[in-house]
């Protein structure tokens, strides 16, 4: 681009920009405009679709992920707002109730937290259409909090340093060299979904960053990629690219020596005691980067793997977080892999569970690579689940 096209962009880009900041009022977002891939600015949801009024300056891509977020926030179905295969109507209540819920839910972080996102759908909601506005009366005596539980910290052990349970953990899989032995890996197992249904699945990974995984679906394969440099997903019929932030994520995922990585992919690291996990003790190292939302990583404290990792995917409306479990750890090639993982959503999982592995054999660069995207056929078919 030349220079004079360049401040045309930013002119163009700016204007957009200082018109919307109205509307927005969520600081988060604009994190999020910077994580836009470099070069053209993003477009806006209310250049892409038809009938957006409240969310108008956010970033097209971010709509349907905002969406997912107040479908987990209050248990419903896109359904429930929405007429099915014609989105922009505004036939269903709950929509036009949704749409000041928004307005309100910004107006009470402008108010009342300087415009932080402190205050959201789920705040209120939790998981439910009508939120509870009575003290719930339980079957248990109630423990009540004395705002002194945090004061009686003695006899807590104390927790390692984060670079400590880092280097266990990659010690644990056979170390930096041994990670880096492994050039191509294929893995076959199968996808256990849908409360109980199974089906055949592979997993291709290369060295540095290349993977994909193919689900043979009743309804079609469903492929989740990422090339090197993007991420994208197939169902038939029908590729989509990855939004930067959904790449992030499939980019973690697909690098192939990311426990010798972990160390320098975040600014700073705080160490908790985990949760239990399956009954197992964890200690919880949580790597942050400012302006991104953090990445929980749960190590078992005997062995030192890795047992759940859980990141957050921003939207402007809140954050919608995926938790990989991963078990079953056994030796292949000098290294330790874990052969299932439970991958969940709210309101989604699946488990995969592999039985079969080969690593260092070839396996084609061209099989990462996305299908060009079809001719325009009729109106596409929504993911197979
Ligand atoms: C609780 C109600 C609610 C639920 C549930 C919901 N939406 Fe929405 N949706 C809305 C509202 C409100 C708007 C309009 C936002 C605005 O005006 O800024 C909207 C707008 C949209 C649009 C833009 C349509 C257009 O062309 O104007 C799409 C696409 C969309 N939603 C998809 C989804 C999907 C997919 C789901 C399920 C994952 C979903 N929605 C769940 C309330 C909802
Ligand atoms: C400050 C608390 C609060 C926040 C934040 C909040 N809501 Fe609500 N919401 C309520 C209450 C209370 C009701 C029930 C009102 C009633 O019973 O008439 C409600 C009702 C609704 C309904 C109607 C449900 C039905 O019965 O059909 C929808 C849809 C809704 N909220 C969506 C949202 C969305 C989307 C967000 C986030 C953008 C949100 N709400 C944020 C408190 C909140």
Not at 106 to 135: L, Q, W, Y
């Amino acid at each position: 681009m030349t220079g004079n096209g360049l401040k045309l962009w930013l002119l163009i880009g700016g204007m957009a920009l200082s018109l919307c900041l109205g509307f927005s009022g969520v600081k988060a977002q604009s994190s999020l405009q910077q994580s836009a891939p470099s070069g053209a600015p993003p477009k806006l949801a209310q250049e892409q679709f038809k009938n957006i009024q409240t969310l108008k300056c956010i970033p097209a891509d971010q709509v349907v992920p905002s969406m997912q977020f107040i479908g987990a926030s209050l248990g419903v179905e896109c359904e429930y707002c929405h007429v099915h295969g014609a989105m922009e109507k505004d036939d269903k209540k709950p929509k036009v109730t949704a749409r000041k819920m928004m307005a309100m839910m910004m107006a009470i972080n402008k108010d009342n937290f300087e415009g932080r996102r402190e205050v959201t759908c789920f705040s209120c909601h939790r998981g439910a259409k009508d939120p509870v506005a009575i003290p719930i009366i339980s079957d248990e005596e109630p423990k009540r909090d004395n705002g002194e539980g945090k004061k009686s910290a003695e006899g807590k052990p104390a927790l390692p340093a984060a670079d400590q349970l880092l280097d266990k953990y990659l010690a644990a899989l056979g170390g930096a060299d041994a990670l880096q032995k492994i050039s191509t890996r294929v893995q076959k197992g199968t996808v256990i979904a849908f409360g109980g249904e199974r089906f055949p699945v592979e997993v291709y990974s290369k060295g540095p960053d290349k993977r994909l995984s193919i689900m043979h679906l009743k309804g079609g394969d469903s492929i989740t990629a990422f090339d090197g440099n993007q991420g994208w997903l197939g169902v038939p019929g029908r590729t989509h690219l990855m939004s930067a932030e959904e790449s992030a994520a499939a980019h973690m995922d697909a690098d192939l020596t990311f426990a010798a990585h972990l160390k320098t992919m975040f600014a700073k690291f705080r160490v908790d005691a985990g949760e239990k996990i399956n009954g197992q003790e964890t200690f919880l190292v949580v790597g942050r980067n400012d302006g991104q939302p953090p990445l929980q990583l749960y190590f078992e404290r005997q062995s030192g793997l890795l047992l759940r990792l859980v990141r957050f995917a921003e939207t402007p409306l809140g954050r919608n977080p995926t938790q990989i479990d991963y078990a079953d750890y056994r030796d292949a090639g000098g290294v330790k892999l874990p052969f299932r993982w439970t991958l969940a959503r709210p309101g989604n999982r699946f488990t995969i569970q592999i039985d079969q592995i080969q690593q260092n054999i070839p396996v084609d660069d061209a099989k990462f690579v996305a299908p060009p995207p079809a001719p325009p056929a009729a109106e596409p078919k929504p993911p197979a689940p």
